[in-house]
């Protein structure tokens, strides 16, 4: 670390997944606590899980998204340790700031695999954070989030070809017709007031289909888990592909999980199963584009952004909406719901 570069490691934030069966009914529990979701909705997500033996691909992507990190990081010479930290499931936060602050680390920039604006995708992250560093104690590592970047121009790349390898797959002749459906983690209403969730997606989805062509799409929801009394982001996935038929001839559709950075559970059921079972019942060809995953123009993104925070460089950003701050104001994604303190001068961003 240098005065110019105040910043001695980058802290990787996710969500985590059990990594087998025996791990399912603690990791919900941990993803639930003190949320409104019935017992009977816990269990039935459940059931997706074993459907894959217990085991989420969302920890082995994180491996895998850390690894190219790494390398992304040696291949330019930038000497900056990636750690990794979970919210719901090992290794969690708290175990990754400790070891953090015993290998002499003091400020950390933090990149969440959330890239989209809300409380559960940036606000909660960093009350996680900040919680974790209250029971560290004054010599926890400070923790400063790197800026959403939804409208990079390397994270609409990524995503461009991945919605263009999905194209290649549907017949040459029938790609002029084809309908393009973006898909999102539903959050409850009221979350998404206090937020940009929403008006961030739909720009990420203009500034690809830029770049894809004129051609009919939609953003929609996925995932949902509160109770049916309470309003969520709409329409549903499921829904909208069953009136989209009932209103056109549609043969192809191409499904490109816009809201997720790597294809884990939600995308290999809500999406791979039960999207799928709809669009074979309704005749309908449905191809599903990757997530970004670890698409090189995404990761060069992440390098980007710690450019952005220890050099000063420019901060990238296109379409019609400016780059997003690097320091949330004290109302960013706000939620009437019970939540932690959030230490003034860590996990700074949005």
């Not at 989209?116 to 940036?122: E, M, R």
């Not at 997003?324 to 303190?341: E, G, L, Q």
């Amino acid at each position: 670390m240098n005065s110019q570069n105040p910043y001695d490691a980058l802290l990787l934030v996710s969500f985590g997944g059990p990594e087998g069966q025996d791990d399912v009914m603690p990791f919900l529990e941990n993803v639930l606590r003190g949320k409104n979701v019935p017992r009977e909705r816990m269990l039935e997500v459940s059931d997706h899980y074993r459907h894959f033996q217990g085991i989420s691909p969302i920890n082995e992507q994180n491996r895998k998204l850390i690894a190219a990190i790494k390398q992304e990081l040696a291949d330019h010479q930038i000497d900056m340790p990636v750690y990794w930290g979970n919210r719901n499931w090992h290794p969690l936060i708290p175990d990754t700031l400790r070891q953090m602050r015993n290998d002499g680390i003091k400020n950390a920039l933090g990149f969440f695999t959330s890239i989209f604006s809300c409380y559960s995708g940036c606000r909660q992250y960093r009350e996680n954070i900040a919680e974790a560093q209250a029971s560290l104690g004054a010599d926890a590592p400070e923790v400063h989030k790197l800026r959403m970047a939804f409208n990079h121009p390397l994270y609409i790349d990524a995503s461009v070809r991945r919605v263009e390898d999905a194209i290649h797959h549907i017949q040459a002749d029938r790609r002029q017709n084809t309908r393009f459906v973006f898909t999102a983690h539903s959050i409850p209403m009221s979350m998404a007031e206090g937020c940009m969730y929403s008006t961030q997606l739909r720009e990420a989805c203009r500034l690809i289909m830029e770049s894809i062509g004129d051609y009919p799409w939609a953003l929609v929801y996925q995932s949902r888990s509160g109770p049916p009394s309470q309003p969520w982001l709409e329409p549903d996935v499921c829904d909208y592909i069953r009136e989209l038929k009932r209103e056109t001839d549609v043969q192809d559709l191409v499904l490109m999980p816009i809201g997720f950075l790597s294809d884990h559970m939600e995308v290999l059921f809500d999406l791979d199963t039960e999207a799928r079972e709809v669009c074979d019942e309704l005749g309908i060809n449905m191809v599903r584009a990757q997530s970004v995953g670890t698409h090189p123009s995404f990761v060069s993104m992440i390098r980007e952004l710690i450019l952005e925070r220890t050099t000063g460089s420019e901060k990238r950003a296109i379409g019609n909406m400016p780059a997003n701050w690097d320091i949330c104001p004290a109302d960013c994604c706000t939620y009437d719901h019970p939540r932690r303190p959030t230490r003034t001068k860590s996990a700074k961003g949005s």
